[in-house]
């Protein structure tokens, strides 16, 4: 037997079978449309089925009406929220600078526990901020060795034990439509100390001792360092 709701969802016979009470189901699965107040309006053998009482009678079943399916709408939300797009400050990212990456739903997404992204193939943002909205934020430091002269590209979403869930419960569909975070570049070389040296002398009061360090590319100096 199927049972049959307003807009034409089936629900296939489940359990009940030498009871009074039977249960019909319906798995929502996404693309099957968002449609509010279900009612019931159908309910038939199928494919050879029957239902009758113990003395071989034919239960009711119902054609072509309306029936309200208890106190309260049944509302069905079979459209998952199922695309990203992802941005990020463009800039270049030295090692131990950190890289905010901010993921855009068409619509809020509740998260539990710590989803991550995977950046270039290779390395890991984790989730920040931004549950129950729809702009998702996650961070990630640069570390030795990761170097990227072209944009740094997020490849995949990742739940990592976590959960994303949009407002009705359904999973949110990992899928990055847009993953080029333009203009992010980084540099997972630090510069490293080439050589350094003092002219060998004797210094006395009020003589200045100049030490000279070379690193193997250009640094920027703030402050004043010491050494």
């Known amino acids: 037997p199927i049972a049959t709701l307003t807009d034409g969802y089936v629900l296939s016979y489940a359990s009940g079978d030498g009871s009074d009470t039977l249960t019909f189901t319906l798995t929502i699965v996404d693309g099957t449309g968002d449609n509010a107040d279900q009612k019931l309006t159908d309910l038939a053998n199928n494919g050879g089925s029957t239902m009758k009482d113990s003395f071989g009678g034919a239960a ?4 072509g009406q309306t029936f309200d399916l208890g106190a309260g709408d049944v509302d ?3 459209e998952s929220i199922d695309q990203t797009t992802c941005s990020a400050v463009g800039a270049n990212y030295g090692v131990g600078e950190t890289i ?3 993921c855009n739903w068409a619509a ?3 998260v539990t526990g710590t989803p991550t992204l995977t950046l270039d193939g290779a390395v890991t943002a984790s989730f920040t901020g931004g549950s129950t909205t729809s ?3 996650f961070d990630y430091t640069v570390v030795e060795g990761h170097a990227s002269t072209t944009d740094v590209d997020v490849t995949a979403i990742n739940l990592a034990g976590g959960t994303m869930k949009d407002q009705y419960g359904g999973n949110v569909a990992r ?3 847009s993953g080029d975070l333009t203009g992010v570049n980084t540099d997972g070389d630090a510069p ?3 050589s350094y040296a003092v002219t060998g002398a004797d210094y006395g009061v009020g003589e200045v001792v100049t030490l000279t360090i070379t690193y193997d590319e250009d640094v920027t100096v703030t402050g004043t360092p010491i050494a």
Request: charged residues 10%; hydrophobic residues 60%; proline residues 0%.
């Open 60 to 63: 009711a079943l119902i054609t």
């Open 192 to 194: 490293d100390i080439v």
């Open 175 to 177: 899928v990055v439509e």
């Open 135 to 137: 702009a998702l934020t």
């Open 100 to 102: 905010t990456v901010t």
């Open 108 to 110: 809020a997404v509740t």
């Open 76 to 78: 069905i939300y079979g």
